[in-house]
């Protein structure tokens, strides 16, 4: 992500989302990738998924196709619907 920012200059306002199995390792991974990106990159928002990339993926994109927005009432339902793809809160994001 860092490489890319530098290579194509990203802009100051966008939202990034790290996933992977690798942030669900140990805690000092991902305190060290976290302060890596927001120190090269200080105006970014780093963002925790809610779900596995494939499901968030899948809801997100079938959602933003159709409504270009998930609707509160269609979110609550996914959250309780498919709790079993969430991501478990990372305290790194806190």
Not at 1 to 8: E, G, I, K, S, T
Not at 34 to 51: D, H, I, K
Not at 73 to 80: E, P, Y
């Amino acid at each position: 992500m860092l490489a890319f920012y530098r290579a194509f200059g990203l802009p100051a306002d966008i939202s990034v989302t790290v996933s992977g199995g690798v942030w669900k390792g140990h805690r000092a991974y991902a305190d060290a990738m976290l302060a890596a990106v927001r120190n090269q990159m200080p105006g970014f928002s780093v963002t925790e998924p809610v779900f596995e990339p494939v499901i968030g993926g899948i809801i997100r994109d079938n959602h933003l196709i159709r409504e270009n927005a998930i609707p509160e009432k269609t979110l609550i339902f996914l959250l309780s619907e498919y709790e079993a793809f969430r991501i478990k809160p990372n305290p790194a994001f806190q």
